[in-house]
Structure formats: C-alpha cells, structure tokens
Antibody, heavy 121, light 110 residues
Framework: QLQLQESGPGLVKPSETLSLTCTVS??????????WGWIRQPPGKGLEWVGS???????YYNPSLKGRVTISADPAKNQFSLKLGSVTAADTAVYYC?????????????WGQGTRVTVSS | QSVLTQPPSVSGAPGQRVTISCTGS?????????VHWYQQLPGTAPKLLIY???RRPSGVPDRFSGSKSGTSASLAITGLQAEDEADYYC??????????FGTGTKVTVL
C-alpha cells in the first residue's frame, strides 16, 4: 500500500525559506506512471495546488507563487521536497504531498496526512 | 487562486439528494479536461471521490456520482447520510499547465 509522509519545521520566520520533505513508501517516485505534487490549505480555506514534478525532472508550479517555489527529488531516499522562499503569513497552511494518478497533473489518488506550517516571528 | 467556482454550502435532510456545481472556463473544463472530486472530513486529508468526471474509486458508494457538461461539472449525492457531512472540492487541469481546485463546498446534513 502506497504511503506518503510529510515532514519539516512547523514554524518558519517571515522572509525565510519553508522546507518540507515527503517520504514515499510502497512505491517509487521514479515510476514512469505518476507525477508527484504538493497541495496546501490555509486555515479555514480551500485547497491550493502548489506544484508537481515528474521523475524525468519536469516540474510545474502554481504561477501565483511567483517563482518562490522549487520542488526537487531524491530518488535514493525515495523522497521529494518543497522549498518556498520569502514566506509571509499568507503561506501559513497545512501542506500535503500527493501522487497524481497518471503521468500528468491528473487526480491525486494518494495523499499524505498533511503537516501544518505557521509563518510567524 | 481558485479558477473553479463552487457554491460555499449546500444542505439537505437525510435521504435527500444534493448536487454541487463546479464552474470553470474554456481553458480548463471547457477545454475537455477531466473533472475530479474530493471529500474532506474535518481534520483529515482530502479523499478521492470521483475521477475522470464520473468514475468512482474502489470503495466509494454509488450514492456519489459525477457529470460534466460544457464548462461545468456536478457532483450528486443521493440518499444523503450524516457521514456525508464534509467539504467537497472539484479539480481539473488548465491549458496553462496547472492543476486547479474549486473553491470548495460545505455539505450540511440537516
């Protein structure tokens, strides 16, 4: 059974970089069949797609994040990471990692439990 | 920013049928891309409910159904149950090479 688990600091200071890691078990992030992504949810608000990647290195980002976001992969550890720079209070959210069910930005069939990140000094 | 619009809330009595709309544009739903639906119970991660407009993953009751027409899609819940009280989100793909979510709808069982 595929499992995803987010990890990282729960508190980040304004203007700093938010760094999260998603550890995948029960499947490989280098599979040619899937994309992998990050989705976030601010407190009391809806879901927002952050970005996704494919094992080949292709990455896709939400343009609203204006170049602050980078997603990278570590195949040796079967992990992928999210870095979001110059954070503000607006980046406070629960961050989920997920698997897109097909080789595209398709529906997400597996999700991590989410990790809460607060941006505050 | 969400580019798929949903009603903030819908409600119904147990056993009734409710529908949730998801309105997009010619750059996403109207471009022919599939619509997917998720159910999010309080404090939990979203769960895939409908994919490919009208397909149910294994284990999802057939009380849930989806449809799509033009630039919109709908999720229907028939035989509403107390356990269906949750937030529901639609999702699609946009020609700008982005994944887009709906604004979300809270379903209340009266």
């Amino acid at each position: 059974q595929l499992q995803l688990q987010e990890s990282g600091p729960g508190l980040v200071k304004p203007s700093e970089t938010l760094s999260l890691t998603c550890t995948v078990s029960g499947g490989s992030i280098t599979s040619r069949s899937y994309y992998w992504g990050w989705i976030r949810q601010p407190p009391g608000k809806g879901l927002e797609w952050v970005g996704s990647f494919y094992y080949s290195g292709d990455t896709y980002y939400n343009p609203s994040l204006k170049g602050r976001v980078t997603i990278s992969a570590d195949p040796a550890k079967n992990q992928f990471s999210l870095k979001l720079g110059s954070v503000t209070a607006a980046d406070t959210a629960v961050y989920y990692c997920a698997r897109h069910a097909d080789a595209g930005l398709d529906h997400c069939d597996y999700w991590g439990q989410g990790t809460r990140v607060t941006v505050s000094s | 920013q969400s580019v798929l619009t949903q009603p903030p809330s819908v409600s119904g009595a147990p056993g009734q049928r409710v529908t949730i709309s998801c309105t997009g544009s010619r750059s996403n739903i109207g471009a022919g891309y599939d619509v997917h639906w998720y159910q999010q119970l309080p404090g939990t991660a979203p769960k895939l409910l409908i994919y490919g407009n009208n397909r149910r993953p294994s284990g999802v009751p057939d009380r849930f159904s989806g449809s799509k027409s033009g630039t919109s899609a709908s999720l229907a819940i028939t035989g509403l149950q107390a356990e269906d009280e949750a937030d529901y989100y639609c999702q699609s793909f946009d020609v700008s090479l982005t994944s887009v979510f709906g604004t979300g709808t809270k379903v209340t069982v009266l």
